[in-house]
């Protein structure tokens, strides 16, 4: 028996006792023990939850040959953004943008160049302030997310994130940022893929950053794993393009240019979509207009029946929310046919009881 599978099984006997397992954050290989086949084994949510009940619906039908709305298992696509979807993206910001703070103001093994420090400092009280920066700073700040790791290979930029996910939450107790992954929406993740859907990732995250947050605890093969590419170089490569340079292992190796990410959000993520997925998802899971690309293209003249939800930033008791952008996205997800999932009256728990916001 698998690591998995025994983790399950206790966590099983644990609940038939009636033994709380929401008592606190959830450790990682708690999240990897999730398992959910049937409708019975969810766990995390509400028992009058309506999303949980329309993605069974959409489930039982879509696996059930007599049903009118069947999906043979080759057509069955789910896609799920990361940041706001399944994974804290509000304390205080996206992993990736706070990592970029540690790096250039506390990480005392790099030192930044001047204007990479002044950008940090003047951006971070504004990003755990939650006050919001400029477009010129924000431009900014997405250059630096890959200059900050440049000559780093890609193991070494993954180990780095490991470290980081050490560290703690801001404004959240009692959790680490590698244990900050929605506990409903990951049950949502094994049920589907439990039941003969192909899910992916679908996220505007760098793409070692993505992997590496969710490597051995969500569900979803690396190769399934759709998102924001770094730029690659060689350090033999010099001004050389890749398709005209020969890479000499003995030589030289790969690593992270300090280029600009090519970012994949809004339109962007269909485009991913059709280089490496090739077919139409049916489902489609998401927080924000970021996401709003993938969910149009699930809905536009799909063959089978298809469904977007977006989950709403509504709870400010057990997550940082914005009751604000909240009323604003599910206005514009009952205006375009999007579902909505509220996190504070459908969520059972978000990480585990004892996570709350830091007083």
Not at 56 to 79: G, H, K, L, W, Y
Request: hydrophobic share 35%; glycine share 6%; aromatic share 10%.
């Amino acid at each position: 028996m698998n690591k998995n599978k025994l983790m399950a099984g206790v966590m099983a006997a644990l609940l038939a006792m009636g033994v709380s397992v929401g008592g606190q954050a959830a450790s990682r290989e708690e999240v990897a023990a999730i398992h959910v086949e049937k409708a019975a084994d969810f766990q995390y949510w509400n028992d009058n939850s309506l999303t949980k009940q329309r993605i069974v619906d959409f489930v039982e039908n879509a696996t059930d040959p007599q049903s009118p709305d069947f999906i043979p298992e080759e057509d069955r696509i789910a896609v799920f953004d990361m940041d706001g979807t399944f994974y804290c993206e509000t304390a205080p910001f996206y992993f990736q943008e706070t990592m970029f703070l540690h790096r250039a103001l506390e990480d005392p093994s790099y030192k930044p160049s001047k204007e990479m420090k002044a950008l940090a400092e003047r951006i971070r009280p504004q990003i755990y302030n939650k006050t919001g920066i400029s477009p010129e700073d924000n431009k900014l700040l997405i250059g630096y997310l890959t200059s900050a790791y440049a000559g780093m290979t890609p193991q070494e930029y993954r180990a780095y994130v490991r470290r980081f996910m050490e560290t703690q939450e801001t404004g959240l107790t009692n959790l680490k940022r590698g244990e900050a992954f929605y506990l409903p929406m990951v049950e949502i993740m094994s049920y589907l893929g439990n039941n003969g859907f192909a899910v992916y990732i679908d996220s505007a995250c760098g793409v070692d950053t993505t992997r590496e947050l969710v490597d051995g605890i969500i569900p979803v093969r690396p190769d399934r794993i759709l998102a924001t590419d770094f730029v690659y170089t060689s350090t033999g490569m010099g001004k050389d393009k890749a398709n005209s340079h020969f890479y000499d292992r003995h030589k030289e190796k790969i690593v992270i240019s300090g280029e600009p990410m090519r970012e994949n959000g809004k339109t962007a993520k269909i485009f991913s979509i059709l280089n490496q997925i090739g077919k139409r998802p049916v489902l489609a899971f998401g927080n924000s207009m970021g996401d709003s690309g993938m969910f149009e293209y699930t809905l536009q003249d799909n063959p089978y029946k298809s469904a977007a939800f977006m989950v709403l930033c509504d709870d400010v008791v057990r997550e940082l929310g914005n009751i604000k952008k909240a009323a604003d996205c599910e206005k514009t997800a009952r205006e375009r046919g999007w579902n909505t999932i509220s996190m504070r009256d459908e969520f059972k728990t978000i990480y585990g009881d004892k996570v709350k916001r830091a007083q």
